[in-house]
């Protein structure tokens, strides 16, 4: 069984209750850590805890909370508490005592994954899924001991726990029940939060409403539910406006609002998202275009490694921000050794595209605060079959943005039959030259190209269209063959006739983070090299196409390390 990331978000309703505040696990951020700093794949500024293993956010009286799963006793999963790390600025990260962790019946045996949500008067409550002693998902509540503390340092459960349980009467499977949502104000006046759930291969998001937070009464139908789908973990649920990058309240709904519905999927380890239409009457969910009908055009986040991921509405700067987890492509036995396992995504601002067919994802801009010694090209022609070597950056800790033309598009490649993207990108990798690609960036390489990871574009016609596929190929990124070294793609939502190409890679140790078209594909890749490491890594850029194309800029910078924990 999969267990999701922990993700707080933001709103606003008033939570009375009492409860014991919690007296163990008071020590374990301050373990000493076992791992050295000279480690080659520990990460300089994506968040990571000090050492063991992980799996959201909100702000808070000016500060960030990042509220995580976390296991102090290991690097895999058991053992798990809600860790709680706060932030000025989304980036540098210090670590408090652990917020949430088992104390009571209905969270003896572990505390999952949920939400936050501001209620009334600027409080903040949490919902999260327990394990009770019969091995039942159930949901909790648990809400600061005083919430004048800007920290949050302590929190009190809910004498009513749990609120939300599985019974014959709900007909709710017990080992399928968990993940609550943040939770938005209809236009009755009542909470309404989602809880990830399946019947059988159904996956669904059932729908809870309430007058008070504490008492909860299950809709009769689910919000949205998909067959064959599996069991959705870790729901989302928010609005983005029709036009424009600003992000609004969870609760906002109007003429000009869309609803994203977004779900990770246990059986794909994928999350996957629709956008339609939420009508507040009825509490019934209209989808563009749902979780069903050919694979090739469900909608990701991620085309690589990201999971669990969630957002929250970030008031002081009036955007949407996503935050999702990126576990390991090494062995456990690796992970042992190292004495870590799993990092998060840097932090991403997240709107509507003005096509209102996807979602646009952006690193948010304080990652550009670590931006140092910068590298400008002039533009200039990558000749077929050509690499040219990025210097003046620290190649495996740097941030590269880079933007191709292509002229010559009748040298594209015709594809004559609809292929998954990724397995095209499999078949297809960076070796595999053709009219018009690949050309892009190889990152992580060795002196004599032993090892790279290539991140590239390759141009095809298809029904008379361009189509432009977006890969990430680790399939040499390592003489280490213990490791996940799969490639990813995705197609990318580009005219190349009238729009650049455009690719931006921040490079940290481990991870390749990948931004085609100004966000409007990511992919995100852990690699482990065996030679190019630290300073013997090296960064290009390349074609190993048969036409020329042209670099029309490329801006990169060395990025320093963030203080996290």
């Known amino acids: 069984m999969t267990i999701s990331t922990i993700w707080l978000l933001v709103l606003f309703c008033v939570v009375n209750g009492s409860g014991a505040t919690h007296h163990v696990y008071r020590n374990l951020h301050t373990l000493s850590s076992d791992y050295s700093s000279n480690q080659p794949y520990r990460t300089a500024y994506h968040f990571q805890p000090p050492k063991n293993w992980i799996n959201g956010p909100m702000r808070y009286k000016g500060l960030y909370h990042l509220f995580y799963q976390y296991n102090p006793k290991g690097a895999k999963w058991g053992n798990i508490v809600w860790a709680h790390s706060v932030s000025k600025d989304l ?39 327990g394990i009770d002693p019969m091995n039942r998902q159930v949901q909790n509540l648990a809400y600061p001991k005083n919430s004048s503390d800007p920290f949050l340092r302590e929190w009190v459960k809910s004498p009513k726990n749990p609120l939300m349980a599985p019974n014959s009467a709900n007909k709710i499977n017990s080992s399928s029940f968990r993940d609550p949502t943040t939770a938005w104000l209809g236009k009755d006046g009542h909470w309404r939060v989602l809880v990830g759930s399946k019947r059988g291969t159904e996956g669904m998001a059932i729908l809870y409403r309430s007058k008070d937070f504490v008492n909860w009464a299950q809709a009769q139908h689910p919000l949205h539910s998909a067959q064959g789908t599996g069991m959705w973990e870790c729901p989302d649920f928010f609005p983005v406006l029709s036009r424009g990058t600003l992000g609004i309240d969870t609760s906002m709904n109007g003429d000009d609002v869309r609803h994203v519905l977004k779900a990770s999927m246990d059986d794909k380890k994928h999350d996957y998202y629709v956008i339609g239409t939420y009508n507040a009457d009825n509490d019934t969910f209209i989808p563009g275009n749902g979780f069903k009908g050919n694979n090739e055009f469900l ?13 929250f509405f970030d008031d002081g700067k009036k955007r949407r921000v996503l ?36 979602l646009v994802q952006w690193p948010v801009v304080e990652i550009e605060k670590l931006r140092a010694n910068p590298v400008k090209w002039p533009p200039k022609v990558l000749k077929a079959a050509k690499l040219l070597q990025i210097n003046g950056v620290t190649p495996p800790q740097a941030d590269v943005e880079i933007s191709f033309e292509v002229n010559k598009l009748e040298m594209a490649e015709v594809l004559e039959h609809w292929t998954d993207p990724q397995i095209l990108c499999s078949k297809k990798g960076s070796g595999v030259r053709s009219g018009l690609g690949p050309f892009g960036l190889l990152v992580f390489a060795s002196k004599g190209l032993k090892e790279f990871t ?16 977006f890969c990430s190929d680790q399939s040499r990124s390592s003489l280490n063959n213990d490791n996940d070294k799969s490639t990813y793609g995705t197609f990318l939502d580009v005219d190349p006739l009238h729009q650049k190409l455009s690719l931006r890679s921040l490079i940290d140790h481990s991870v390749v983070e990948s931004f085609g078209g100004e966000g409007r594909a990511c992919i995100t890749a852990r690699v482990y090299p065996t030679l190019a490491i630290n300073d013997e890594a090296q960064l290009y850029a390349f074609n190993n196409g048969t036409s020329e194309v042209k670099i029309t800029s490329l801006s990169a910078w060395s990025m320093k390390k963030a203080h996290i924990n």
């Open 91 to 129: 980036i540098n990260w210090a670590p408090l005592d652990p917020a949430i962790f088992p104390s009571e019946p209905s969270d003896i045996n572990g505390c999952w994954s949920g939400s936050a949500t501001l209620l009334h008067g600027n409080k903040p409550a949490i919902l999260y899924t």
């Open 299 to 311: 909608l990701r986040y991620d085309y690589g490694k990201y999971y669990a991921s969630k957002t």
């Open 323 to 358: 935050l999702g987890w990126v576990n390991e492509s090494s062995s456990e036995a690796h992970d042992m050794k190292k004495g870590w396992s799993g990092i998060h995504g840097i932090p991403r601002a997240i709107w509507l595209d003005k096509s209102g067919k996807q």
């Open 454 to 469: 290539s991140v590239f574009f390759r141009i095809f016609t298809y029904q008379h269209k361009y189509l432009v596929l």
